[in-house]
T-cell receptor, first 114, second 116 residues
Framework: GENVEQHPSTLSVQEGDSAVIKCTYSDSASNYFPWYKQELGKGPQLIIDIRSNVGEKKDQRIAVTLNKTAKHFSLHITETQPEDSAVYFCAASMTNQAGTALIFGKGTTLSVSS | DTEVTQTPKHLVMGMTNKKSLKCEQHMGHRAMYWYKQKAKKPPELMFVYSYEKLSINESVPSRFSPECPNSSLLNLHLHALQPEDSALYLC???????????????FGEGSRLTVL
């Protein structure tokens, strides 16, 4: 089955700096890679996603890159703000005979200090 | 605000109790999911329903029993739970059902379960 590795587990940056979180996946059949942000006491919320036919996607201060050959994808946050502080999860799609679901990485706790 | 509604938000139950968690979405999504999340851990897949049929059961103990009465509702029935089952239970839905490409998962805010 799919296995998703995420690094680093914690990341502390100063406001205005960039933050990069990296993930690798094992199943070459995976074709959908979302990133979720989870704030304390809330459910995960999608912030950006990328499909396997695209190498890069950007939405304002957030970008995701995908290297399908190497099976890794990364989240880039520029000009970080204190409200970016949260736990970030990468995920990869898993499909078997039974159906399709997302498998999550272990998460990165991002702290942005002002 | 999430469009996936979970009730109750908090639940405390004893090991001999029977309770249920409920999830509702009105986005016309055909796939619904239960995930379990322990503190400082990622969500772990439990069950997937596709077109109201159970399609994935990730070897979850039988003390957890899912039910999908219709395309908008998903329940998780709990019986004879253990203290280690205490966690945040997240419901999610996605547009597609069945195999193939996965779309965005919309998560609810979760039901925080404490088993005494």
């Amino acid at each position: 089955g799919e296995n998703v590795e995420q690094h680093p587990s914690t990341l502390s940056v100063q406001e205005g700096d960039s933050a990069v979180i990296k993930c690798t996946y094992s199943d070459s059949a995976s074709n959908y890679f979302p990133w979720y942000k989870q704030e304390l006491g809330k459910g995960p919320q999608l912030i950006i996603d990328i499909r396997s036919n695209v190498g890069e996607k950007k939405d304002q201060r957030i970008a995701v890159t995908l290297n399908k050959t190497a099976k890794h994808f990364s989240l880039h946050i520029t000009e970080t703000q204190p409200e970016d502080s949260a736990v970030y999860f990468c995920a990869a799609s898993m499909t078997n005979q039974a159906g399709t679901a997302l498998i999550f990485g272990k998460g990165t706790t991002l702290s942005v200090s002002s | 605000d999430t469009e996936v509604t979970q009730t109750p938000k908090h639940l405390v139950m004893g090991m001999t109790n029977k309770k249920s968690l409920k999830c509702e979405q009105h986005m016309g999504h055909r796939a619904m999911y239960w995930y379990k999340q322990k503190a400082k851990k990622p969500p772990e897949l439990m069950f997937v329903y596709s077109y109201e049929k159970l399609s994935i059961n990730e070897s979850v103990p039988s003390r957890f029993s899912p039910e999908c009465p219709n395309s908008s509702l998903l329940n998780l029935h709990l019986h004879a739970l253990q203290p280690e089952d205490s966690a945040l239970y997240l419901c999610a839905s996605s547009r597609q059902g069945g195999g193939g490409s996965t779309g965005e998962l919309f998560f609810g805010e979760g039901s925080r379960l404490t088993v005494l």
